[in-house]
């Protein structure tokens, strides 16, 4: 369906790759490796495939905890030897992601006229940090983790969470959000979704397509008509 901006009461955003950036991962990891693109890839990959194994299974374990697990691995997999230390250095950089260029006017914007929140699988605690290091905090309404509810998007339970939450019917807010298979979820619970395209890659084919495609929050507001 095409974008409906009258239907658009709450909005609600993703966080890492949609407000932070995580590429700071690379500069993290380049000391260990002359292949942090290998390292990094495969790092991602291999949390991502936590988060649904766990939903799959029904063990859920905070999403810091699935990430240095995945660090861990992953370095393993590249021969690549450190300390626990060494991996808590390279954990530190999600505590100093930098937002995108156009974040924090684009939050700034949308909140004068829409409450605004953040729904990520970070816990609590890293997202009040990434809200801190970004200066952003002043434009969120709340961050809803989903550590509240112990399950991973993109299960339908998550964006019903945030509906309850926010005291929003699901088919009013819009939901923006980098990684595809987030926007994928929260269409499938009832929300528009929104893909803000951070990486410059093609749609999943085989996904239905977004309501919305913009490249920056600048394109959401035109698109609201703000």
Request: aromatic residues 10%; negative net charge.
């Given at each position: 369906?095409?974008?409906?901006?009258?239907?658009?009461?709450?909005?609600?955003?993703?966080?890492?790759?949609?407000?932070?950036?995580?590429?700071?991962?690379?500069?993290?990891?380049?000391?260990?490796?002359?292949?942090?693109?290998?390292?990094?890839?495969?790092?991602?990959?291999?949390?991502l495939s936590y988060v649904m194994?766990?939903?799959?299974?029904?063990?859920?374990?905070?999403?810091?905890?699935?990430?240095?697990?995945?660090?861990?691995?992953?370095?393993?997999?590249?021969?690549?030897?450190?300390?626990?230390?060494?991996?808590?250095?390279?954990?530190?950089?999600?505590?100093?992601?930098?937002?995108?260029?156009?974040?924090?006017?684009?939050?700034?914007?949308?909140?004068?006229?829409?409450?605004?929140?953040?729904?990520?699988?970070?816990?609590?605690?890293?997202?009040?940090?990434?809200?801190?290091?970004?200066?952003?905090?002043?434009?969120?309404?709340?961050?809803?983790?989903?550590?509240?509810?112990?399950?991973?998007?993109?299960?339908?339970?998550?964006?019903?969470?945030?509906?309850?939450?926010?005291?929003?019917?699901?088919?009013?807010?819009?939901?923006?959000?980098?990684?595809?298979?987030?926007?994928?979820?929260?269409?499938?619970?009832?929300?528009?979704?929104?893909?803000?395209?951070?990486?410059?890659?093609?749609?999943?084919?085989?996904?239905?397509?977004?309501?919305?495609?913009?490249?920056?929050?600048?394109?959401?507001?035109?698109?609201?008509?703000?």
């Amino acid at each position: 369906m095409p974008f409906d901006p009258s239907r658009v009461d709450t909005i609600t955003v993703d966080s890492y790759g949609t407000l932070v950036d995580p590429s700071a991962a690379e500069r993290a990891v380049a000391p260990y490796t002359d292949d942090p693109d290998s390292v990094l890839a495969h790092w991602r990959a291999k949390y991502l495939s936590y988060v649904m194994i766990a939903n799959d299974v029904d063990d859920y374990q905070p999403f810091d905890e699935l990430i240095e697990a995945a660090l861990e691995q992953a370095l393993g997999a590249h021969g690549i030897e450190t300390t626990a230390e060494e991996r808590a250095e390279i954990m530190a950089v999600y505590d100093e992601l930098d937002p995108f260029d156009d974040v924090r006017d684009g939050l700034k914007q949308l909140a004068s006229d829409y409450d605004v929140y953040v729904l990520s699988m970070g816990t609590p605690a890293m997202l009040e940090t990434m809200l801190e290091h970004a200066d952003i905090g002043e434009f969120i309404k709340d961050a809803i983790s989903i550590h509240e509810i112990r399950t991973y998007k993109p299960e339908a339970a998550v964006y019903q969470h945030a509906a309850a939450r926010t005291g929003t019917p699901i088919n009013e807010i819009a939901h923006v959000a980098g990684p595809s298979f987030d926007v994928r979820g929260a269409m499938a619970a009832g929300m528009q979704g929104i893909w803000i395209n951070r990486t410059n890659e093609p749609w999943d084919p085989w996904f239905p397509t977004p309501d919305l495609t913009i490249d920056t929050f600048d394109d959401l507001i035109a698109a609201l008509d703000m």
